[in-house]
């Protein structure tokens, strides 16, 4: 769309200082996944990361703002346009689109590389929200304990592996079925169904009920 030589993925490291090229097409090829700006190079890249509008040049010898770092030079790279991804109080690196030539940028290919940081920035925030939500349910795999949790509705959303052979129902069994289904005893069926009204409402229950499990043997 660009029509540009290179395009880049620079993402910041722990330093908070020093950006890697993630991932990038026109690069030399041992340079994605391990090429680096330093903070030394007081370049386009680094002033992106401390402002939120995206940052221009049509030519470098025309240039004054920056010093370039040597993975641009060493590319030939003469003009560019660079954009942040995430915001500049958490960024998550660069975006960038560089070319051999002077080019005057157009406000659309300006808006269109924005836009494209801007989707990254959404997969990105998605992607560590799953992760958190991974890490959090194998933490609750890992207690010696049943834990199960469910919507207001009494549907089944989690059944850690405690549970599973607590009760002798396969996490993926459980999971979308409802909790009076397979869980409370028939002696007990109706004060749990007391229980789940209770919680509807935003109360909590604390106390013992006799369960079954999927073979008909039941325990407080």
Do not use: C
Not at 6 to 16: I, K, M, N, P, W
Not at 109 to 126: G, K, P, T, Y
Not at 169 to 191: F, K, V, Y
């Amino acid at each position: 769309v660009l029509d540009v030589e290179y395009s880049g993925l620079f993402r910041l490291q722990e330093d908070g200082e020093t950006l890697l090229l993630q991932a990038g097409i026109g690069w030399q090829p041992t340079l994605v996944g391990r090429g680096t700006v330093g903070p030394e190079s007081n370049g386009q890249l680094q002033f992106t990361l401390y402002t939120d509008a995206p940052v221009v040049v049509e030519d470098i010898n025309q240039e004054p703002r920056f010093q370039f770092s040597e993975l641009l030079t060493d590319h030939e790279v003469v003009s560019g346009i660079t954009v942040i991804i995430g915001d500049r109080d958490a960024p998550y690196g660069v975006l960038g689109a560089h070319s051999r030539t002077p080019r005057v940028y157009t406000s659309y290919e300006v808006d269109f590389l924005q836009a494209l940081a801007n989707v990254i920035a959404e997969a990105i925030a998605r992607k560590e929200a799953e992760d958190q939500i991974y890490f959090q349910a194998s933490l609750l795999d890992a207690v010696g304990q049943a834990v199960i949790a469910t919507d207001l509705q009494g549907k089944i959303t989690h059944w850690n592996r405690y549970a599973e052979t607590l009760y002798g129902w396969r996490a993926d069994e459980a999971t979308g079925r409802n909790i009076l289904e397979i869980t409370p005893s028939a002696a007990s069926t109706a004060q749990a169904e007391e229980i789940m009204v209770q919680l509807a409402k935003g109360e909590s229950w604390t106390g013992e009920f006799v369960v079954q499990r999927r073979d008909g043997s039941s325990f407080p």
